[in-house]
């Protein structure tokens, strides 16, 4: 494992997330690493607006936010429990396009951990996968895919 800088774990809570986010911190410990943990309002619910209404809409996605919001305290509280001191993230839109978009900008990053599991299809771990290739040859990040 090469000496990592800066670190970024993206988490949506869950048992699955919490081994994501366990493994990232134990680099960001083994490594000296910075760590931040990101989280992504999915605001693709116009499904629900058709259905429900722009006020149901409205408050789904605010439930969501704060969800988001929840979900990063944890984790940074983990990471506070093992020694680290990390950051959060909180992005909203298509999570591929917000995670890219997040390390594209910022340069110094040198490790993405993310995770998937095979209970939200085959077709979810295929998309993992396609974005951990593509921010591996178009960043040069090194990504750890976690898959479950």
Do not use: P
């Amino acid at each position: 494992m090469s000496a990592y800088r800066k670190i970024v774990c993206a988490t949506r809570g869950g048992k699955a997330s919490k081994k994501t986010e366990e493994r990232a911190i134990e680099i960001a410990k083994a490594t000296g690493a910075k760590l931040t943990f990101i989280h992504i309002v999915n605001t693709d619910l116009n499904f629900l607006k058709s259905s429900t209404g722009k006020i149901v809409l409205d408050t789904v996605q605010d439930d969501l936010r704060e969800c988001g919001r929840l979900i990063l305290n944890i984790a940074q509280n983990r990471a506070k429990k093992a020694g680290i001191s990390a950051k959060i993230e909180i992005r909203e839109g298509i999570i591929s396009e917000q995670i890219e978009d997040f390390l594209e900008k910022r340069k110094d990053i040198n490790l993405l951990v993310i995770g998937c599991t095979t209970e939200e299809g085959k077709s979810s771990v295929g998309e993992a996968r396609k974005l951990a290739e593509r921010i591996r040859k178009d960043l040069g990040i090194d990504v750890l895919l976690l898959e479950d």
